[in-house]
T-cell receptor, first 115, second 118 residues
Framework: QKEVEQDPGPLSVPEGAIVSLNCTYSNSAFQYFMWYRQYSRKGPELLMYTYSSGNKEDGRFTAQVDKSSKYISLFIRDSQPSDSATYLCAMSEFISNFGNEKLTFGTGTRLTIIP | GAGVSQSPRYKVAKRGQDVALRCDPISGHVSLFWYQQALGQGPEFLTYFQNEAQLDKSGLPSDRFFAERPEGSVSTLKIQRTQQEDSAVYLC????????????????FGSGTQLSVL
């Protein structure tokens, strides 16, 4: 069983819809939770970053972390065709002064927003 | 440069050949990571450098994989005697951490090298 589980999709929704993406994990030591967006043939780019449990909002994006359930979510409001990409959740056990924390990624969910 | 640059973008190798993949991190970035991303999967950690020191190589799948960063800037990932299971996108990422809590917000990925072993 993988440490991080993510439904690979694909997921297709109409423009303007609310999108919900989720990951579950098994490692209780994970404390830092991230969502990356990856366009085709590009590297991942960081969307949201959350420490421990709680919510974080940035524009149309909201990240939620529930450590008691080992479950994280990303919500996209007013989805746009430009949001079509693969969304990867990622986690790490710690953040250091030296940037040596390695990330554990989910498999990614392929999302298509239909105009 | 403006971002993390990787070359070549695509590499086709015959089984058994050696390959070398190059990463030019963002100038001045101390931390450098290599990740392997198989088709339809998320990236998996391979190795980490802090300047020229390779501090973590726990993710390298076999002794055929070797990485170096001799002057603390450009890094090369070398794969000897390539096998079909080595086919993947190899991603390089760099960061320049300024303190706790800021590190991952400063992690920048390159577009990767897509390696196909025939």
């Amino acid at each position: 069983q993988k440490e991080v589980e993510q439904d690979p999709g694909p997921l297709s929704v109409p423009e303007g819809a609310i999108v919900s993406l989720n990951c579950t994990y098994s490692n209780s030591a994970f404390q830092y939770f991230m969502w990356y967006r990856q366009y085709s043939r590009k590297g991942p780019e960081l969307l949201m970053y959350t420490y421990s449990s709680g919510n974080k909002e940035d524009g149309r994006f909201t990240a939620q972390v529930d450590k008691s359930s080992k479950y994280i979510s990303l919500f996209i409001r007013d989805s746009q065709p430009s949001d079509s990409a693969t969304y990867l959740c990622a986690m790490s056990e710690f953040i250091s002064n030296f940037g040596n924390e390695k990330l554990t990624f989910g498999t990614g969910t392929r999302l298509t927003i239909i105009p | 440069g403006a971002g993390v640059s990787q070359s070549p973008r695509y590499k086709v190798a015959k089984r058994g050949q050696d390959v070398a993949l190059r990463c030019d991190p963002i100038s001045g970035h101390v931390s450098l990571f290599w990740y392997q991303q198989a088709l339809g999967q998320g990236p998996e950690f391979l190795t980490y450098f802090q300047n020229e020191a390779q501090l973590d190589k726990s993710g390298l799948p076999s002794d055929r994989f070797f990485a170096e960063r001799p002057e603390g800037s450009v890094s090369t990932l070398k794969i000897q005697r390539t096998q079909q299971e080595d086919s993947a996108v190899y991603l390089c990422a760099s960061s320049n951490p300024t303190g706790p809590g800021e590190t991952n917000e400063k992690l920048f990925f390159g577009s990767g090298t897509q390696l196909s072993v025939l």
